[in-house]
């Protein structure tokens, strides 16, 4: 999966109910073609505690941004943190 789509994931994409899905399907920004990706337990269980932490439902940016001219963190942040 590319930055720019992981940036762009919302909370309904990887959990409902509170719970963590085990796979989940997006369609990529690029090719436009959907992808489907398997979350494993532990990244399950880290979402869902970053979704609790961050007060997040499910139409909200799974990243956001601490900006409020920009949705969600950008792929040049992604690449900082990554890197860092």
């Known amino acids: ?9 919302h909370v309904s994409d ?3 109910g509170g719970h963590g899905l085990a796979r989940a399907t997006v369609v990529q920004r690029k090719t ?8 494993t337990d532990q990244t399950r269980a880290t979402v869902g505690a970053w979704i609790v932490a961050e007060n997040l439902s499910g139409d909200d940016d799974l990243f956001p941004s601490r900006l409020t001219a920009s949705p969600h963190l950008s792929t040049r942040q992604y690449a900082r943190i990554v890197k860092s």
């Open 32 to 39: 436009k073609q959907p992808v489907r990706f398997e979350l």
């Open 1 to 9: 999966m590319r930055g720019c789509d992981l940036m762009a994931l």
């Open 14 to 16: 990887v959990a409902h």
